[in-house]
């Protein structure tokens, strides 16, 4: 079993950029944070994986191909492999998990 507390995942002592942290990888999925602070901007480029973000703080818009919506904690947020996504008018330090299936790289 691989178990753990994103609080102690917390990525915190990182600065300057968006900040990705796997911390899970198996042969159909990988799990990490993301993480982006109030005004950044997030320099995503599609990935050749499905993806699922679940929002644990912070907020935030997300555009996944032509719709927008905000996001705040425990939003989830679904992006098909190859849709062009990105999150954007950061108002709150965010941390999202995402999964990527296959995993990613």
Known sequence: MKAF??????I????????????????NMSVGLYA?????????QPHQ??????????RASITVGMETTQVGRGSVVYVPAGTAHKFHH????????VVFSPPEG
Do not use: C, K
Request: proline share 4%.
């Open 90 to 97: 950061i108002t709150e330090d965010l941390r999202v998990m």
């Open 12 to 27: 915190s002592t990182v600065v300057g950029g968006p900040f990705r942290l796997q911390f899970v990888r198996e042969r």
């Open 49 to 58: 994986q499905d993806e699922v973000y679940l929002v644990v703080s912070g």
């Open 5 to 10: 507390r994103l609080d102690e995942l917390e």
């Open 36 to 44: 982006l602070d109030a005004g950044e901007l997030d320099p995503q």
